[in-house]
Structures are given as C-alpha cells and as structure tokens.
C-alpha cells in the first residue's frame, strides 16, 4: 500500500462467488477489470448452493482463510452495499447422534484447541435442546459455532459483481472463453464475444477452471466435476432458527425466512460439462431426508417442491487451487470442492493480492496449485 | 438403494395414449405396468368413464364422443397389462429408472422402455381477478360434470377452443342454465385459416358438431363473440366480467361462477423433467416434445404419445400410443415395423382438424400477458405482471435468470402457471424470438413428494 500501483488490465474468467469477490477487489484498487462468464452471473455452484456461511468442519489449513472471511462477512454492506442483507447470521450446529459421532465431535474441538482456534465450542445435548426446543429426540452434544449462519447465495454474488461494475469494472455475460494464449507480455482471450487483452488473467472458471488452465498451457490439475444437491421444501411455522447438520454425516440443514427448509449436503448429483448442467437424483438425497426427520420429525410431512443442482470442481484433497500459476501474469482461484461459498470474500481480497503483488492476509500455502505436482 | 421391479414397458398415464398403448403392448406379450394418478384409469378426457358407464341413463349428457371411450377402457381392463391407480411419477432418469410414491412411500421401478403419456393441461390464463375465488377453469368445471354430475346454475364462461363449446354444451344437456358465454377469439376467419380449413373437411363431422354446439348455446344463453379487454371484476369474489363486443360497446355481466379457457398445452413438466429435447411450436404456442415418427424422444428407450406431445386431441392419441407400443415391441423383439408410413397418414387423418382450430382459436395476446398491471403472472409466489415486468427490466437472459430476480416460477407448481407467460414478457420486453427466450427449467421432483416419503427410500436401503 505503499507505493502507487500500475493500472493494469485484468481480466477475471468465471462469474462465480470467486470471480465476483476478486473482480470486486481488483476493481475497488483501481484495476481495469473485465469480468467475463460463459452463462450468467451465479449460473452454477456459487449462486445456488446451500448458502451456509460456516466457519464450521473447516480443514485446519482453511481455517485462518476462513476466519478471514468472516471478517469481510460481518461488514459485507461495506462491500456489496444493497445486497448484504441476504446475509443471515445466525448459528451453526453440527450435533452427535451417536456415540461415534459424541467421540468425533469431542476429538475435533480438542484438536482445535490445540491449535490455538475457540470459535468452535461443545454443546452437551440439554444446552442444545434449549437453543433449539422443536428437536425431537435426544442428541449426544455437538459443535457450536456463534454467528455462522445462511445468505442467498445468488444475491450474494449479485451483490460482489454489481460493486465490481459500480467501481469500474466491465461485466461481460454469455461469453464462452474459447482460447487463451500469452501475447508479449500478457495474454489474449479469445471468447465467443471477440478476443480481449489483458496484462494479468484470473481463473476462476470453478469446474471449468482445469481445462482453462491447460489451454493456457499450465500443467495438468487433478480436478473433477460434480453437482451438489439440494431440495427445498414449502413453507412451515419457523422451527429452526439454526443452521444445522450431523457429525459424521453430510447433512445441511435449514430453515429460511420463507419457513421453507433446505435440505441436502455433500451428495453429488451427475455433473454433465457438456449439457452446462448437473443432472438431479433425488434418491440420492433420501438419506439426508431421514437425517432431517430424525431431527426434527415434523418435517416428515412437508412437500419437496424443487431440488437442483449446480456445477462445482472438486480437487483430490478436497481442498482449493489459490495461487500463482507456472505461466507469468495468471493467478488461479478454483476448486472449492463445495465448500467455497463462505471463503469467497476472502478469496476474492488474496486474488487482487496475488495479481498485484502483494503479501496476502494469510498464508496460502496450502492451495498451492504446484502441490499435485510433486504427487505426480 | 434396492432396485424396484423390472417391466418390459412402463407407461405413465392411463388416458387414450396410455391405455391404447398398454393395450397393444401387452398383447404383444411384453410386461407392462402403467402409472396413472387418478383413482381409476381413463385420463381427463375419459376420466371417471367406468363408474360412469353403470349409470350411463343419469349422465347422458356427457355425449357420444365420451362413451365412445369406454371399449378403449374395457379392453385395457381385459389387457395383461398392470395398472398402478393413485401413484404419482415425481421423476424419470436417463438409464429409465421410474420414482413414484404409492400408499404414502417413494419407490421406484426400471424399464426397459418408458412412454410418457401425461396428456395436456388447460393454458394458464392470467387475466386480473383470475386467482379470485369463483373463478375457475373450464376444464375444472368439466371434471366436477363428469365425476360428480355437478355444476353451478346461471354460470358465465368466458374463452375460446374446443373444450370450451363441449362443456358449454355438456353443460346446457346436463340441464344447467348459463347467463353468458363470452367468445374471446378473435374477429374474423383470415384467407389462410380458410386454407387451412380445407383438410379439415376430411372430419366433416367434428365440424358439424362444432356448428352444432355454437347454434344451441346462441339459442339458449346470452352470447357474445370477439370479446376483447376482458377484465374480470370483485375484490374477495368475483362478482363479474366487463369486456368489449364486437361492436365496440362496453359490457358488464354479473357473475357468482365464472369459468375461463384458452385452449389446451402439452403437460410438458415430466418430459422437461427428464431433459428430453422440446420445440417451440408457433402454431400452437407452447413446447412440444421432440419426438420422431413413433414417439421416441432425444433420450433413447423413451417415448412420449397422445396430447403431451403436441394438442392432437383423443382419437389421435389412441394411435400415436399404439405406434410407439409397436415400435418398443419390434425392439424388444428385434424386428422391423413394417406400414410406418400407414400410421403416419392415420394419425395426419385424425387430426386433419387440427391446423384449423389452433389458428380459429389461438389465443390472443391479451390472454396470454395479462394487460392489467395488478393481475397476478405467479400465482405461487403472489407476483404481479409489474412485479415480473420490473425484473425483466433490470435485463435477464431469460426465464431462469429471472427466478433468482423475483423468485417467478420458483414455487410448488414449478412454473406450470406462469412459464408461458413470463416467457411471452421476456419476448416482449426484449425481442428475441419466444423459442430463444426459452423455457423455465424443470425440476424434480414434478409431483407431490414429502420429506418423509423420500426418506423411506433410505430405510429400504438400509434394511436391503
């Protein structure tokens, strides 16, 4: 921040939560920005994921970017202006329902504390019952986090593209990136809409990211598609004022403002890159339906009225690729394997930090793209 | 999860398409089960027709066309072929896995082909004062006729098509008095709906019935044609109905019942479900199925037949549901079908007609985005055609991205109120062709499923 940097153009590929927060940045510093998506803004897994913002189950390594994030969370309306009212704080409840899941439980927030992170804390089973009296059998204690809650997802990232336009930068929608290729000292986009050119190139094409990045002839990356999914229900009296799931298990669990619950977690539906869509298997969401009703058995009689899918990239260690890539002026922001959404804010500031050569807030060490390499 | 049991052909659906289709494909020794949400089979058009047929002296009155359904009926009672009654497919998938929930619990079964023959469902007609109670479809008013001999005296309908003089005339034989009938076609027959009019002489006596039906209810009800500026009016009950005549004079009709119609639409929410490929069709104004010659869908192993994949009306529907049973016979048995081209002239011929009537009665502009700014676009999510219009203005590119503007479409009907019309308004709005503007996308699950329903598929499983 000392010096005055060179305005340069950059181009961010993918309208994702990423791209949005990282055009938004890059933007607000006073970049020339171009924010380019192949559909529309949150087409895919950023604008219709479950939209928990959860600071909760995170890897050790992802925590410090996570806490981070919350940082911007809490003062989204600095930010996104308009839209930060989808956010809604709330807590964050992961219970045991068995011994297996009470001794996983317990083992977690140990090792937290170990490592010097509080914001995960134990619950025995009668602390939970009065934050929650609708639950309707007995729990085996769970994690608790304070303040993690649920945003509409699409108007959250919305929210990061809209502020990214109002600071200047270019939105281009139903633009296809075709071919990128270096051209002197920066790169040439070649799209469906014309070729554009840019100093820098951020990817953060999320399931598409992979083959993005070999065009641009970076090695190849472990990445593979698939589509979240979720069900939502119609409306009830509101039972739930939590975010919820089960240790041990993938549920998520919650209840919006509408009274309608939104039910799914970690199950995959078949992700089709061709069709551009996640092909829908509701049997598969049949276990987390009995995790729902075992909660809470009046959900038993509410009616699922959608459930859908969106495309995501998920990479082997199920964590992101943050990080400069081998080619000079590409930064790679891709990979969240579905769970992104809360990092997004904060992935957005380190991806304007690597593009303009800055330290960013924490260490991200562990998202390095180099890290399949040496595997390989 | 536990695979269900394996049938030859599962046929959802048990009107005209599917039955004729089970019918044929049973005979033709292939395992058959049909899936079919009504208490008994016979599909809207033919629906109830087997409780009916033992008190056919008490409803006379449903007419000729009606019964002529019951030895389709009788003949798929005789068939080989298992009826599933009150079982409602919530999702197909590409390796033909069929998801139902029967008795209060999901289950599945596989096929080795699938006919989807969920027939056609009345166009949404979003006018203000449309959700008022006391207002209700003509197709609604038809239903209670025929399952339970009721109706509602000195009525108003108010519409356009086909079903709309049958039930009025259904109606005036059942011996109830209607206070108006209010024709919204528009003025007068063009140069080329006379062309068109040409093969449908070849059904000379659907025309006849149709000039018969016109003449009775002229005879015997106050009627009006080429309404247009319909506005329904009341504020928690409908208390009537205001439009312009044809002579350009403004009129106003009290009404406690009023029915409404503009014509018919292929039910396309499980074929869109199932991601099979559709086609905008300007003649008729909605999304049909892409299907070849017998029926087969862009899925292989998946076929639609009757009305759900293009308004052909019953008789035609009965044919395109044997074609396709012979088509998965001659594939199950791995030989040729021969007189394809036969079946295509036969299934032409019976809807000769049909050129005519869509252009005759094809719905005016107004009736298809409302012209009231207060008249509500979704009904699930209570939205407004200003409420719609005000999203489309912040520029979507199409109807998918509006539902994360305003939530249209987002509710448990899943858009099938309000797809049509939202798409008209983006078509409006922006100017890009209707089939470019595209359709909501469909999503599973198409028919009521509860929470608690799904999850016993998890049970199953960990019972297995």
């Not at chain 2, 509602?152 to 059942?174: C, E, H, N």
Request: proline letters at 5%.
């Amino acid at each position: 921040m000392t010096m005055p940097t060179p305005r340069e153009r950059i181009i961010v590929i993918g309208g994702g939560i990423q791209g949005c927060a990282a055009a938004c940045f890059l933007a607000k510093r006073g970049q020339q920005v171009t924010l380019i998506e192949k559909d529309h803004i949150g087409r895919h897994a950023s604008g219709v994921n479950a939209g928990g913002v959860r600071r909760l189950g995170r890897d050790p390594c992802e925590i410090p970017l996570s806490l981070a994030a919350m940082d911007i969370w809490t003062s989204l309306d600095d930010e996104i202006g308009g839209h930060a009212d989808a956010f809604h704080p709330c807590f964050y409840l992961k219970v045991a329902l068995d011994e297996a899941g009470h001794a996983l439980g317990l083992a977690r927030v140990d090792s937290l504390r170990q490592a010097g992170f509080r914001h995960e804390v134990w619950l025995e089973d009668s602390d939970i019952r009065s934050r929650l009296p609708h639950l309707s059998g007995r729990t085996f204690g769970g994690i608790l986090v304070e303040g993690d809650g649920w945003a509409v997802p699409w108007r959250i990232v919305q929210g990061f593209a809209r502020a990214a336009v109002r600071h200047g930068a270019t939105l281009v929608e139903d633009c296809r990136v075709l071919d990128l290729k270096r051209d002197g000292e920066g790169w040439q986009v070649n799209s469906s809409k014309g070729t554009f050119a840019a100093d820098q190139v951020v990817n953060c094409a999320g399931a598409w990211a992979a083959a993005l990045a070999r065009r641009a002839g970076e090695p190849a990356l472990p990445l593979s598609p698939h589509a979240p999914m979720l069900a939502v229900t119609d409306r009830r009296p509101p039972i739930l004022p939590a975010v919820m799931g089960v240790l041990g298990h993938t549920l998520s669990l919650k209840q919006l403002d509408t009274g309608q619950f939104v039910i799914g977690g970690g199950v995959r539906a078949r992700a089709d890159l061709d069709k551009n869509r996640g092909e829908v298997a509701i049997p598969e969401l049949a276990s987390s339906m009995r995790l729902a009703t075992t909660l809470f058995a009046d959900i038993a009689s509410t009616q699922i009225i959608r459930c859908w899918s969106g495309i995501e990239g998920y990479m082997p260690d199920n964590l992101p690729v943050i990080g400069r890539g081998r080619q000079p002026g590409l930064v790679h922001g891709f990979g969240f394997s579905a769970h992104g959404f809360q990092l997004g804010p904060a992935v957005g500031e380190a991806l304007a930090d690597l593009v303009m050569g800055r330290q960013p807030r924490v260490s991200l060490e562990a998202f390095d793209p180099r890290r399949f390499e040496s595997a390989a | 999860m536990t695979a269900g049991s394996h049938y030859d052909l599962v046929i959802i659906g048990a009107g005209p398409a599917g039955m004729a289709a089970g019918i044929e494909a049973s005979r033709g020794g292939l395992r058959v089960l049909i899936l079919d949400d009504q208490p008994a089979p016979g599909g809207q058009v033919y629906r109830h027709i087997s409780q009916n047929a033992v008190r056919r002296e008490a409803v006379p009155y449903l007419g000729g066309d009606y019964w002529s359904g019951q030895a389709l009926a009788d003949a798929f009672a005789a068939s080989s072929a298992e009826l599933w009654s009150e079982s409602r497919v919530w999702q197909i998938t590409g390796d033909r896995q069929v998801f139902l929930s029967r008795h209060g619990a999901a289950q599945s079964v596989s096929a080795g082909a699938i006919l989807i023959a969920t027939g056609a469902m009345e166009r949404p007609m979003p006018v203000r004062g449309w959700t008022l109670p006391g207002v209700m479809s003509v197709g609604a008013a038809q239903t209670m006729l025929k399952t339970a001999g009721s109706g509602a005296d000195g009525a108003v309908f108010a519409g356009s098509g086909p079903l709309f003089y049958l039930t009025i005339w259904q109606y005036l034989q059942a011996g109830f008095a209607v206070r108006a009938v209010i024709d919204t076609a528009p003025a007068k027959m063009t140069l080329a709906q006379y062309w068109l009019a040409l093969p449908a002489l070849l059904q000379p006596g659907l025309l006849l019935k149709g000039l018969r039906w016109r003449a009775a209810i002229r005879r015997k009800t106050d009627y009006f044609v080429q309404a247009t500026s319909v506005a329904i009016t009341g504020e928690e009950q409908v208390t009537g109905l205001s439009f312009t005549d044809a002579g350009g004079k403004r009129q106003t009709i009290p009404a406690e019942h009023l029915f409404i119609h503009q014509g018919v639409v292929p039910n396309v929410s499980l074929t869109m479900a199932s991601d099979l490929a559709h086609r905008w069709c300007s003649r008729q104004l909605c999304w049909h199925p892409r299907t070849d010659l017998f029926g087969e869908s862009s899925v292989a192993g998946i076929f639609v037949a009757g009305d759900g994949m293009g308004i052909a009306g019953a008789a035609a529907a009965v044919s395109s549901g044997r074609l396709a049973a012979r088509r998965i016979i001659a594939r199950a048995r791995g030989i040729a079908l021969p007189m394809a081209p036969v079946w295509r002239l036969l299934k032409w011929r019976q809807a000769a007609i049909r050129p005519f009537l869509d252009s005759l009665f094809r719905p005016p502009d107004e009736w298809r985005v409302p012209q009231d700014d207060k008249a509500i676009v979704c009904r699930c999510e209570a939205l407004t055609k200003a409420d719609v219009a005000a999203a489309i203005a912040l520029g979507v590119s199409g109807p998918n991205q509006l539902k994360g503007y305003c939530r249209a479409g987002m509710g448990r009907c899943q858009g099938r109120m309000c797809s049509l019309t939202i798409q008209k308004m983006i078509h409006d709005h922006g100017g890009q062709p209707e089939d470019k503007v595209g359709h909501l996308r469909i999503r599973p699950p198409i028919r009521p499923l509860t929470v608690g329903e799904l999850a016993a598929l998890a049970n199953d499983d960990a019972n297995a």
